[in-house]
């Protein structure tokens, strides 16, 4: 069952997250004035045309303004799987350049305990 008090809170999420207006919603997603009130008040249910306006506006799921549906997070999923990629390329290359300084040390280590042992 489609819950319109959830849909109210996911809605103001976006207007807050988004940092936009009333106004700038029930314009641009062609919502009248009226019924953007009532329904962002819980006086009137969610129209699904609304709905479909207010989802496109924002470039979020249509399935998660309704239900609610964990679609929503498969972008932040998306970029945080992205950010953890690089972190790994870097912590690779840190371990490589780390890697060729022990050889480089190592190499140069017997020498000085050749040049230590002569003095």
Excluded: C
């Amino acid at each position: 069952m489609i819950q319109h008090q959830e849909i109210t809170e996911r809605v103001k999420s976006l207007i807050l997250k988004n940092h936009v207006s009333d106004y700038y919603v029930w314009k641009n997603a062609k919502i009248p004035n009226a019924s953007f009130s009532m329904m962002i008040n819980n006086k009137a249910k969610w129209k699904l045309e609304f709905l479909v306006g207010i989802s496109k506006l924002f470039n979020e799921p249509l399935n998660w303004l309704i239900f609610g549906e964990k679609e929503h997070f498969e972008k932040e999923l998306i970029q945080e799987n992205k950010k953890i990629k690089e972190e790994n390329i870097l912590l690779r290359e840190e371990v490589a350049t780390y890697r060729t300084i022990k050889k480089e040390f190592l190499k140069l280590a017997p020498q000085e305990q050749t040049t230590s042992k002569k003095k």
